[in-house]
């Protein structure tokens, strides 16, 4: 069964450039979550979706970042401008939406902005 | 990569010996918990989960222990073998949310 999917794998960017993570979710499920990885700050959620709806976006850290689900299966997550600090590990997880249970997560994109 | 970071903690064990992971988690309203694999340049992967109502529950080769008076989670790993050096992260869910919040994890090392 195919799980999360994220595309690209590696991206690689100038500083002021638009960045677009992709992700599809494990079909069934209805709940997806953006997370962003550093080494100073662990693993931090960023938004999540039910049923295609943004829930909660207070993790987003500022207005550079915007995240979209236009369908089931389809979510984008985008920087625009990107800046050095932005370099992270994103990954994309999904669940089937309800309290308290398993997310499953993609293999993660990694921005490196120069 | 970055030189300046969480300093995660480490454990170490011999190949074949049992591994504990433990993880203290603070807010008392949690009442699902679940513990998760990273090896390097991959995502988290789920391992075993629990509800509050459990105090162990057990899968293959792994049993996860909630001790709710002491806000106390513990992983264990039988016969711990190459395949398991990892990072292990510990999540709880607070009661009547879906987020997940992570703890800073545990780097599992082992030796031959």
């Known amino acids: ?114 | 990569g970055e030189s300046v970071g969480l300093h995660l903690p480490t454990l170490s064990v011999q190949e074949g010996d049992n591994s504990i992971i433990n993880c203290a988690y603070s807010n008392s309203a949690s009442d699902y918990f679940i513990w998760y694999k990273q090896e390097s340049g991959k995502g988290p992967q789920f391992i075993i989960d629990i509800r509050s109502n459990m105090d162990k529950r057990q899968g293959q080769r792994v049993t996860v222990l909630l001790n709710k008076t002491v806000k106390h989670l513990s992983l264990q790993i039988a016969a711990t073998q190459p395949g398991d050096s990892a990072v292990y992260f510990c999540a709880e869910s607070i009661q009547g949310a879906q987020k997940l919040v992570f703890g800073q994890g545990t780097r599992l090392t082992i030796n031959p």
Not at chain 1, 8 to 14: A, F, I, L, Q, S
Not at chain 1, 21 to 36: D, Q, T, V
Not at chain 1, 42 to 48: S, W
Not at chain 1, 79 to 108: K, L, M, N
Request: proline share 8%.
């Open chain 1, 1 to 114: 069964d195919a799980g999360v999917i994220q595309s690209p794998r590696h991206e690689v960017t100038e500083m002021g450039q638009e960045v677009t993570l992709r992700c599809k979710p494990i079909s069934g499920h209805n709940s997806l979550f953006w997370y962003r990885q550093t080494m100073m700050r662990g693993l931090e959620l960023l938004i999540y979706f039910n049923n295609n709806v943004p829930i909660d976006d207070s993790g987003m850290p500022e207005d550079r970042f915007s995240a979209k689900m236009p369908n089931a299966s389809f979510s984008t997550l985008k920087i625009q401008p990107s800046e050095p600090r932005d370099s992270a590990v994103y990954f994309c997880a999904s669940s089937f939406q309800r309290e308290g249970g398993p997310q499953f997560f993609g293999p993660g994109t990694r921005l490196t902005v120069l």
